[in-house]
T-cell receptor, first 114, second 116 residues
Framework: GENVEQHPSTLSVQEGDSAVIKCTYS??????FPWYKQELGKGPQLIID?????GEKKDQRIAVTLNKTAKHFSLHITETQPEDSAVYFC?????????????FGGGTRLMVKP | DTAVSQTPKYLVTQMGNDKSIKCEQN?????MYWYKQDSKKFLKIMFS???????INETVPNRFSPKSPDKAHLNLHINSLELGDSAVYFC???????????????FGPGTRLTVT
């Protein structure tokens, strides 16, 4: 089955700096890669996703890049703000008979210091 | 206007009891899921359910049984609760299954289950 590894497990940045979180996946058949933000006591919130036919996607301060050959993808947050502090999860999925059940990375706790 | 809702938010019970968690989505989605998040925040799929088709994750004990009375609801029933079942359980839904593409999933707020 799919295995997703995520690094770093914790990341502390100063407000205004950029943050980068990296993930690798094992199954070359995976073709959908979402990123989720989870705040304390809440459910994961989808913040951006990318499909395997695209190398990069951007939404305001958030961007995701995908390297299919190397089987890794990254989340980039620019001009970080204290409200960006949360746990971020990457995930990988492929459509098959089981639907598109997500395999998650272990999470990155991002702390943005004011 | 909550998209995916779960009840209860907190559930404290004793070992050996049977309990249920309810999930409802008002997004008109066809597929619903249950995920388990352990104490280390690791999220793992348990089940997916598309209309009347249930896909069971083989690592889930058969004490766990999802039930879907209709497309908008997917409840999770747990028999003979064990200490190791303590976790946060998340329901999620996605727009549709088909066309060969995976679709985005939206998560509920979670149910924190504590077994004593």
């Amino acid at each position: 089955g799919e295995n997703v590894e995520q690094h770093p497990s914790t990341l502390s940045v100063q407000e205004g700096d950029s943050a980068v979180i990296k993930c690798t996946y094992s199954d070359s058949a995976s073709n959908y890669f979402p990123w989720y933000k989870q705040e304390l006591g809440k459910g994961p919130q989808l913040i951006i996703d990318i499909r395997s036919n695209v190398g990069e996607k951007k939404d305001q301060r958030i961007a995701v890049t995908l390297n299919k050959t190397a089987k890794h993808f990254s989340l980039h947050i620019t001009e970080t703000q204290p409200e960006d502090s949360a746990v971020y999860f990457c995930a990988a999925s492929q459509f098959n008979n089981a639907g598109n059940m997500l395999t998650f990375g272990g999470g990155t706790r991002l702390m943005v210091k004011p | 206007d909550t998209a995916v809702s779960q009840t209860p938010k907190y559930l404290v019970t004793q070992m050996g009891n049977d309990k249920s968690i309810k999930c409802e989505q008002n997004l008109g989605h066809d597929t619903m899921y249950w995920y388990k998040q352990d104490s280390k925040k690791f999220l793992k799929i348990m089940f997916s359910y598309n209309n009347k088709e249930l896909i069971i994750n083989e690592t889930v004990p058969n004490r766990f049984s999802p039930k879907s009375p209709d497309k908008a609801h997917l409840n999770l029933h747990i028999n003979s609760l064990e200490l190791g079942d303590s976790a946060v359980y998340f329901c999620a839904s996605s727009p549709r299954r088909g066309g060969g593409e995976a679709y985005e999933q939206y998560f509920g707020p979670g149910t924190r289950l504590t077994v004593t």
